[in-house]
């Protein structure tokens, strides 16, 4: 079974400070990568997504760090803020399949 | 307003009973997905539908059954096979990708708990 390993699994990060979540993948044929974030009770919502014919993307405060080559990629939330605390997915798509292959999440709590 | 609705909210079933749950889409979206979620687990991927009246097994589908007979509707069973049904159930739908185009973004509706007793 192919997986999509996230880490860490819980995060706790000052008001302002950076929050990092990474994610590391073996299948070779992924070619999309999204991130969701999920509020308790709520379903997940995409954050934002990412390519492999690209390295960085952005959109406002969070940033998608992707390293083809580490078969890694990364989610960076900069000024943290109290109303990002959430629990945030990373997920992979293999290309020609509508199958979202999951990470197991990571529940950032941003302290004011 | 367009998307997902997902019925009821909670839900509470004694065991050996079967219960169904609610999935409804006005995306006009021809795949859809159930997912369960436990904590710390992430999602896991129960079936999948990418047309009407077709639909695959995800990765733990046993003691959970499907239908697919409009393309707005995709109810999933869980019947008294499964052994540890108490969980939050999402459903998401999506335009399905095809070969050399970009990916389409699944969206989720506001989920099911569903709490055996």
């Known amino acids: 079974q192919q997986q999509v390993k996230q880490s860490p699994q819980s995060l706790i990060v000052q008001k302002g400070g950076i929050s990092i979540i990474n994610c590391a993948y073996e299948?070779?044929?992924?070619?999309?990568f999204p991130w969701y974030q999920q509020f308790p009770g709520k379903g997940p919502a995409l954050l934002i997504a990412i390519r492999p014919d690209v390295s960085e993307k952005k959109e406002g405060r969070f940033t998608i760090s992707f390293n083809k080559s580490a078969k890694q990629f990364s989610l960076h939330i900069m000024d943290s803020q109290p109303g990002d605390s959430a629990t945030y997915f990373c997920?992979?798509?293999?290309?020609?399949?509508?199958?979202?292959?999951f990470g197991k999440g990571t529940m950032l709590l941003v302290s004011p | 307003d367009g998307g997902i609705t997902q019925s009821p909210k909670y839900l509470f079933r004694k065991e050996g009973q079967n219960v169904t749950l609610s999935c409804e889409q006005n995306?006009?979206?021809?795949?859809m997905y159930w997912y369960r979620q436990d904590p710390g687990q992430g999602l896991r991927l129960i079936y999948y539908?990418?047309?009407?009246?077709?639909?695959q097994k995800g990765d733990i589908a046993e003691g959970y059954s499907v239908s697919r007979e409009k393309k707005e509707s995709f109810p999933l069973t869980v019947t008294s096979a499964q052994k540890n049904p108490t969980a939050f159930y999402l459903c998401?739908?999506?335009?399905?990708?095809?070969?050399?185009?970009?990916?389409?973004?699944?969206?989720f509706g506001p989920g099911t708990r569903l709490t055996v007793l």
């Open positions: 998401a739908s999506s335009i399905p990708t095809t070969w050399g185009t970009h990916t389409d973004t699944q969206y």
């Open positions: 995306l006009n979206h021809d795949a």
């Open positions: 299948n070779t044929a992924f070619d999309y």
């Open positions: 539908s990418q047309i009407v009246n077709d639909f």
């Open positions: 997920a992979a798509q293999e290309r020609g399949y509508s199958t979202l292959t």
